[in-house]
T-cell receptor, first 111, second 113 residues
C-alpha cells in the first residue's frame, strides 16, 4: 500500500487568509491528483500533475508536484467560504491502475 | 467533462437484506471502474477494481462474497451488498478513469437498520 499523508488534517481559517495543504509520501507516483469533496457527494477533480516540479494554477489555487514526485502541495490564496470542503490528494502508482488516496484535509473558511 | 452517475444516492435497508448500487459512465466507456468506501470524516478506501467481462479484484480485507461486483458492460458496474448489517452502513463511491483522470459518482449513502 502506498500511503499518502496529508497535513493539516483540519484547518479553520478566516475569509481572505492564505493556506497551504501538504500531501507527502515515501513512494513515487506517476501522477498526482487533487480533489475537493463536499458532504454527501463524490470527489470532484481539481487538477492532475504529472511532471516532477510541475506547478499548475487554477484561479486562486496553486498546485505543485515535488521534484521527486513523492509529494505535492495545494496553496489557496484569499480563501473564500466557497472553498470549504474536504481536499483529497490521490497518487497514481507506477504499474498500478488505481489511485491511492491521501488522508484528507477538511477546510473550513469562516466568513 | 466526463460524467459518472451513481444510483441510488441514498438507501435505507433492513439487516439481512441485499442492496444493489449502480455506477454508470454516461459519456464514455470504462473497461475498469473502482469502488470505494468512505467512513465519516475519513478519506476514501478502495474496496475493489471492477473489470468489464471478468472478475473483480478485491483489496485485502474486503469480502468478495459480501460485496458482489458485476461489470457486465462498458458503461455499467454494480455493487451488491449482500446480507447487509449495520456495520456496512457507509458512503460508497464509484469512479471510472477517462485518460489519466478519475471521475467519481455522486456516492451512495447506505444505512442498514
Amino acid at each position: 500500500t502506498q500511503l499518502l499523508e496529508q497535513s493539516p488534517q483540519f484547518l479553520s481559517i478566516q475569509e481572505g487568509e492564505n493556506l497551504t495543504v501538504y500531501c507527502n509520501s515515501s513512494s513515487v507516483f506517476s501522477s498526482l491528483q487533487w480533489y475537493r469533496q463536499e458532504p454527501g457527494e463524490g470527489p470532484v477533480l481539481l487538477v492532475t500533475v504529472v511532471t516532477g516540479g510541475e506547478v499548475k494554477k487554477l484561479k486562486r489555487l496553486t498546485f505543485q508536484f515535488g521534484d521527486a514526485r513523492k509529494d505535492s502541495s495545494l496553496h489557496i490564496t484569499a480563501a473564500q467560504p466557497g472553498d470549504t470542503g474536504l481536499y483529497l490528494c490521490a497518487g497514481e502508482g507506477a504499474g498500478a491502475n488505481n489511485l491511492f488516496f491521501g488522508t484528507g484535509t477538511r477546510l473550513t473558511v469562516i466568513p | 467533462g466526463a460524467v459518472v452517475s451513481q444510483h441510488p444516492s441514498w438507501v435505507i435497508c433492513k439487516s439481512g437484506t441485499s442492496v444493489k448500487i449502480e455506477c454508470r459512465s454516461l459519456d464514455f466507456q470504462a473497461t475498469t471502474m473502482f469502488w470505494y468506501r468512505q467512513f465519516p470524516k475519513q478519506s476514501l478506501m478502495l474496496m475493489a477494481t471492477s473489470n468489464e467481462g471478468s472478475k473483480a479484484t478485491y483489496e485485502q480485507g474486503v469480502e468478495k462474497d459480501k460485496f458482489l461486483i458485476n461489470h457486465a458492460s462498458l458503461t455499467l458496474s454494480t455493487l451488491t451488498v449482500t446480507s447487509a448489517h449495520p456495520e456496512d452502513s457507509s458512503f460508497y463511491i464509484c469512479s471510472a478513469d477517462r485518460g489519466r483522470n478519475a471521475f467519481f459518482g455522486q456516492g451512495t449513502r447506505l444505512t442498514v437498520v
